[in-house]
């Protein structure tokens, strides 16, 4: 569990943005992919660098991404950059769900129970509507949470709650709020 959640404030450009978050959150990142890696290992026999090879291999992912989000793209390859691990690592580590959905059909492995996040919603009367979410992640990310402060061009900024090392969990980059 998070004692004392983190800020980190981060501007520029995604890659320097990316760059920023890498280099600040380096030990949690480190920690993080650790953790996750060796799950990866236990399920699959491939050790962190083979698995995301094999991941990214069997997909389209990164065609797809610089198509329609070029930026967020940029802004993974700052973070890997900054935190000294490689672009294919910490790409498959921000595709939480898509990882895991992988990582199902490759170990062939039948999922008991049911491991979801929850969602609710509520249209007021004035018809404007209330959305939540809540993220039910692994706890290889327990005690790397952090609160992302970007300031975008203009004077927008965003929060952005996640794991170190993510760039988002959910679409939490969507609008920003004037501060």
Same mark, same amino acid.
């Given at each position: 569990?998070?004692?004392?959640?983190?800020?980190?404030?981060?501007?520029?450009?995604?890659?320097?943005?990316?760059?920023?978050?890498?280099?600040?959150?380096?030990?949690? +990142?480190?920690?993080?992919?650790?953790?996750?890696?060796?799950? +990866?290992?236990?399920?699959?026999?491939?050790?962190?660098?083979?698995?995301?090879?094999?991941?990214?291999?069997?997909?389209?992912?990164?065609?797809?991404?610089?198509?329609?989000?070029?930026?967020?793209?940029?802004?993974?390859?700052?973070?890997?950059?900054?935190?000294?691990?490689?672009?294919?690592?910490?790409?498959?580590?921000?595709?939480?769900?898509?990882?895991?959905?992988?990582?199902?059909?490759?170990?062939?492995?039948?999922?008991?129970?049911?491991?979801?996040?929850?969602?609710?919603?509520?249209?007021?009367?004035?018809?404007?509507?209330?959305?939540?979410?809540?993220?039910?992640?692994?706890?290889?990310?327990?005690?790397?949470?952090?609160?992302?402060? +970007?300031?975008?061009?203009?004077?927008?900024?965003?929060?952005?709650?996640?794991?170190?090392?993510? +760039?988002?969990?959910?679409?939490?980059?969507?609008?920003?709020?004037?501060?």
């Amino acid at each position: 569990m998070t004692e004392g959640l983190r800020v980190v404030e981060l501007s520029g450009s995604s890659l320097e943005a990316g760059r920023a978050h890498g280099e600040q959150l380096r030990p949690d +990142i480190e920690r993080g992919v650790s953790a996750w890696s060796d799950r +990866i290992e236990r399920a699959t026999g491939l050790r962190g660098q083979a698995y995301a090879a094999s991941f990214l291999a069997a997909t389209d992912f990164i065609p797809t991404i610089e198509s329609f989000t070029p930026s967020l793209l940029e802004e993974v390859r700052g973070i890997a950059e900054g935190a000294g691990q490689s672009f294919e690592v910490m790409l498959a580590y921000q595709l939480i769900d898509e990882e895991w959905w992988y990582r199902s059909s490759v170990t062939r492995a039948k999922r008991t129970g049911v491991e979801a996040c929850s969602a609710v919603g509520v249209l007021k009367g004035d018809g404007t509507s209330i959305v939540a979410q809540n993220m039910d992640l692994p706890s290889y990310y327990d005690g790397t949470q952090v609160v992302l402060r +970007i300031k975008t061009e203009g004077d927008l900024e965003k929060l952005v709650f996640t794991p170190a090392g993510i +760039i988002a969990t959910t679409a939490s980059r969507l609008p920003a709020f004037q501060a």
